[in-house]
């Protein structure tokens, strides 16, 4: 497993793999795109070698997503962007007050398999993420648990053991749930 950054040097394409930089200082080439085992970063647009905001051209699939600070990620188009596991910190993505462009689309993640104890997600405030078109938490006797404040556009299924919110969710759509969702927490 290895962490990808964005580094944005020839485009804002996130399919090419010369944007991808192996490190926070952006000195050397991560080689590829970024694949199902890796971790991706968007950091902050206050570190000086971030130049452009991305934008998925392609379905993607992860292992875990960060975007930072003041960095944007627009998703292009109808490309899925798919979550395979969870970083360090157990989150499968985390938006840290950056900005999530995303009207269409589905964000899926897969928190049943490879010993994922569960698969969180961290938004930012309402003012700093758009929120997600679509989302799929899928698989397994796991527990997802979905912490700030976050807005689906259209659908959500939750999957899994459990869903736990531990802050405000808006869906605008329909909401499907396959076990126990716990508001326990939730405002």
């Known amino acids: 497993m290895a962490t990808a950054y964005w580094a944005g040097g020839t485009s804002t ?11 926070a200082n952006g000195t050397n080439p991560f080689g590829s795109v970024p694949g199902s085992a890796d971790d991706v970063i968007i950091q902050s ?39 395979d596991g969870e970083d360090a910190n157990d989150f499968a993505i985390r ?12 964000v899926v993640i897969n928190n049943g398999g490879g010993g994922i104890a569960h698969a969180a997600i961290q938004a930012g405030t309402a003012t700093s993420t758009n929120g997600f078109y ?28 459990e869903t736990v919110l531990r802050g405000d969710l808006t869906i605008k759509g329909t909401l499907t749930v396959s076990a126990t969702l716990d508001t326990n927490y939730s405002t």
């Open 13 to 23: 394409d996130t399919n090419t793999a010369a944007n991808w930089v192996d490190s």
């Open 134 to 161: 679509d989302l799929t938490i899928s698989g397994g006797g796991t527990t997802s648990e979905i912490y700030g404040t976050t807005t689906i556009w259209r659908n959500m299924e939750a999957g899994g053991s």
């Open 45 to 83: 647009t206050s570190n000086s070698n971030v130049d452009r905001n991305p934008t998925q051209n392609a379905a993607h699939t992860f292992n875990s997503f960060k975007l930072e600070s003041g960095a944007q990620w627009t998703a292009d188009g109808t490309n899925h962007l798919t979550l």
């Open 95 to 106: 938006i840290t007050d950056g900005t999530f462009v995303h009207s269409n689309g589905t």
